[in-house]
């Protein structure tokens, strides 16, 4: 097949729609915020330009004043400007619905933009309000575009109740289907309390919502059962931590959504959210799938280790004190031997009972993990990872190197918006190279541009597809139906 075939004449050689999990609208903020005002006040839109002044305040300094501040290199030059059309559609949800064919989707969910950031909004009721207007104002640029087009609700984490406010809110009063959850919520240490306001960004920890998080997030997750909602994450982990260079944006960029996903994944997994809420699914946007198959490989690694059946092996009330004195002097280790016999031949007695106060000794408790097929259902089966088109390591979420053959759940995400994607009609055809190249069948293409996305939501509310152009195919999907030949 030739590499150089355009994304319309690529879906028309196939026999299954192609849904984008993650393309990407550009509020133009002036209009936006003043839209913002009128539907929500004078706070939501003040809060919403405050919220957007991040990066261009970043680089107005010097590098040197960056550096003494601890502040990051932002991205400059983000936005499509040699490619006009593309620059115009990003802004535009009505021409990106009439050019979706020529971009080779039929269906997209769209995230936003300005509104990756909101969530971070420290104060309370200005947060609150902002993401309240946010989403009422998505929602009305995106009406009547349903059956092609869905736009992501904002949701706040800050605590549970802000959290099930909004979602009630956004899907009952706004019909959304589709919402993205922040994570990595900055939490003020309290040993820090009273550091100056300049250095308190530096006083947090992360609440990544599954583990030692400061609240009890069940009741969100059960609101999400309820509502039919499947919990994505769209965060970054850009600006501060390891990725925090005042002079090179690319070095902050790389790695910094797989970063953030890495941290929410294992908290909900070792946090024992898949255990306990076994039918919900959850996305991980934008940082590909490598880091989701190693992930899967390093949770087993470390289960062998440091759950019960490996703690228990490394019991220091397992070692035959007696038997290491005497190998200390068959060996003529004599200095070892004499400190042995003054320690009744414990060699590390002291750390030996130290355990941090853990009340259970497996770090894997509230997985209860009895067989391999767990690992399948806790992970595999409900961790969905967005992954943009031109990243080769797409391909290893269908290869045999998985632990128990398992079939990571790739998904599809166009990026279109973002400086990421300098021409709207390529990613359908990076996708698609790896067929071409042979690291993907026709039938793993499917899962990975259509099927894992019906799954994704259509396990979540059976409904979603319903009025849109991928209806029938949707259903198949979720009836089980064998899948047709999937390219012709």
């Not at 990051?72 to 619905?97: I, K, V």
Request: proline fraction near 6%; hydrophobic fraction near 45%; include cysteine.
């Amino acid at each position: 097949m030739s590499p150089h075939r355009s994304a319309a004449e690529i879906r028309a050689g196939l026999k299954h729609p192609v849904i984008d999990a993650d393309g990407h609208w550009v509020e133009y903020t002036p209009v936006f915020a003043e839209r913002m005002r009128k539907v929500a006040g004078a706070r939501a839109a003040q809060g919403f330009l405050a919220s957007q002044r991040r990066i261009p305040d970043a680089l107005c300094l010097p590098i040197a004043e960056r550096k003494r501040r601890g502040i990051a290199m932002e991205g400059y030059w983000t936005r499509q400007s040699a490619n006009t059309r593309d620059r115009a559609t990003a802004m535009m949800p009505r021409m990106l619905y009439d050019r979706l064919d020529e971009i080779g989707i039929d269906f997209a969910v769209i995230y936003p933009t300005g509104g990756l950031s909101i969530p971070r909004i420290a104060d309370d009721e200005t947060r609150r309000a902002v993401i309240r207007g946010f989403n009422i104002v998505t929602a009305d640029y995106f009406a009547k575009l349903g059956d092609r087009l869905v736009p992501a609700a904002v949701i706040p984490m800050h605590t549970p109740e802000e959290a099930m406010a909004e979602l009630d809110y956004a899907t009952r009063q706004l019909g959304a289907k589709v919402a993205m959850f922040a994570s990595n919520i900055a939490r003020p240490v309290p040993a820090a309390e009273g550091v100056d306001p300049a250095l308190a960004r530096f006083t947090v920890t992360y609440d990544h919502l599954g583990l030692d998080s400061a609240y009890d997030y069940d009741a969100v997750w059960q609101k999400c059962r309820e509502l039919g909602i499947a919990p994505t994450f769209h965060t970054g982990g850009r600006s501060f931590g390891l990725r925090n260079s005042p002079s090179n944006f690319t070095f902050n960029h790389i790695g910094h959504f797989a970063a953030a996903g890495h941290a929410v994944a294992k908290a909900l997994f070792l946090g024992g959210v898949t255990r306990r809420f076994p039918d919900l699914r959850f996305a991980f946007l934008e940082g590909g799938v490598g880091w989701g198959c190693q992930l899967f490989a390093d949770l087993i690694e470390h289960w062998e280790r440091r759950g019960s059946a490996g703690l228990a092996y490394m019991d220091p009330k397992k070692l035959n004190r007696a038997l290491l004195r005497s190998l200390a002097d068959k060996y003529g280790y004599d200095d070892i031997a004499a400190e042995l016999a003054r320690r009744d031949g414990w060699p590390s007695r002291e750390e030996d009972e130290l355990t941090g106060g853990v009340p259970v000794f497996d770090d894997y408790a509230a997985c209860n993990i009895a067989c391999k097929e767990d690992w399948i259902e806790l992970y595999a089966k409900p961790f969905y990872f967005g992954c943009e088109a031109d990243d080769r390591m797409n391909a290893t979420a269908f290869g045999r190197a998985n632990p128990f053959g398992a079939r990571i759940n790739a998904i599809f995400g166009s990026d279109i918006g973002h400086f990421d994607v300098p021409d709207m009609l390529r990613p359908v055809p990076e996708a698609y190279e790896l067929v071409e190249d042979g690291l993907l069948t026709p039938g793993d293409f499917r899962d990975f541009a259509f099927a894992n996305a019906v799954r994704l939501w259509g396990t979540q509310n059976p409904r979603f597809f319903e009025g849109t152009v991928i209806a029938r195919q949707a259903a198949e999907v979720l009836s089980g139906a064998p899948a047709r030949a999937a390219a012709g």
